[in-house]
C-alpha cells in the first residue's frame, strides 16, 4: 500500500493531515491528527512516499493528474471538498461501506497488502504468537511461525493469488471484508468472505469463508 501525506494545517497545539491510501482498485482518504512532530516524522519514515502541504484545490489537481477527467475518480471534486470541510475523518470510495473503518480495519487491509505482495515479513509482523488461520473448509492453522512458513508454501504454489474487497464492515467488533480472490487455479479464483479478528494492532485470527447466504448471515453481513 502506497501512502501520501499531505498537510494542511499546523499550529503549535494540533498537526491535521491529510492520508491518501492507494492500494490498487481502493483508494481512502482520511483525517489524521498528529499531537506532535515526532509522530509525523515516524509516519513519514515508516510509510510516506511524499509530503506536503497541499491545499484543497491542490488535492484535487493531484487527482487531475493522476486520474484525468473527474469521471474517472472514485471521488468527485464536490465530495472532496465537502469532507475537508466536514467532521468526517474517512472519506471512502463510492459504493464502499467504509464509514466506521477504525484502525482495526485498516490492520485487516494492511494485512491483506502483505498477502497480495507475498511478504512474509509483513505478515508475520503483524500476527500475534497465538496467530490462528482458518480456510473455507473451517482447518485451523495455529501459531504464528507454523502460519509464516504456511504462507511462504502457499506462495510458492500460487503466485498469482490476489484478494480484491469490495466491502469493508465492522461487525461485534470483527472485521468482514466481502470481495472476490483472483488466482489460475480454479478453486481459488471467485467470490469469497473474510472476517479478521484484530488486537492491539496486530491479527489474532484471520478467516476465509466461501460467498454462501449461510456465511453471510453468520457473519451479519447482506
Given at each position: ?19 491518501i491510501y492507494l492500494r490498487n482498485a481502493l483508494l481512502l482518504i482520511s483525517k489524521v491528527n498528529y499531537s506532535n512532530w515526532q509522530e509525523i516524522q515516524d509516519d513519514f519514515e515508516h ?176
Amino acid at each position: 500500500m502506497e501512502f501520501l501525506l499531505h498537510f494542511l494545517a499546523m499550529t503549535a497545539e494540533k498537526r491535521l493531515a491529510y492520508l491518501i491510501y492507494l492500494r490498487n482498485a481502493l483508494l481512502l482518504i482520511s483525517k489524521v491528527n498528529y499531537s506532535n512532530w515526532q509522530e509525523i516524522q515516524d509516519d513519514f519514515e515508516h510509510y510516506m512516499t511524499s509530503l506536503g502541504p497541499w491545499t484543497t484545490d491542490e488535492i484535487i489537481a493531484f487527482f487531475e493528474g493522476e486520474y484525468g477527467e473527474e469521471s474517472s475518480w472514485m471521488f468527485t471534486k464536490n465530495q472532496i471538498r465537502k469532507f475537508i470541510a466536514s467532521e468526517v475523518h474517512i472519506l471512502p470510495p463510492s459504493g464502499m461501506n467504509l464509514g466506521e473503518l477504525k484502525s482495526k480495519s485498516a490492520t485487516a487491509l494492511w494485512f491483506n497488502e502483505h498477502i497480495d505482495k507475498r511478504n512474509l515479513e509483513g505478515l508475520s509482523s503483524l500476527m500475534t504468537e497465538n496467530h490462528t488461520f482458518i480456510d473455507s473448509s473451517n482447518d485451523a492453522f495455529v501459531g504464528k511461525e507454523r502460519m509464516t512458513q504456511g504462507w511462504q508454501d502457499f506462495f510458492t504454489k500460487y503466485p498469482d493469488y490476489r484478494n480484491i474487497f469490495e466491502r469493508v464492515e465492522i461487525r461485534n467488533d470483527i472485521v468482514v471484508m466481502i470481495g472476490y480472490s483472483t488466482c489460475s487455479y480454479a478453486p481459488l479464483d471467485g467470490p469469497a468472505l473474510w472476517s479478521a479478528k484484530i488486537r492491539d494492532d496486530k491479527v489474532v485470527e484471520w478467516r476465509v469463508f466461501h460467498d454462501t447466504k449461510e456465511n453471510r448471515n453468520r457473519l451479519g453481513v447482506e
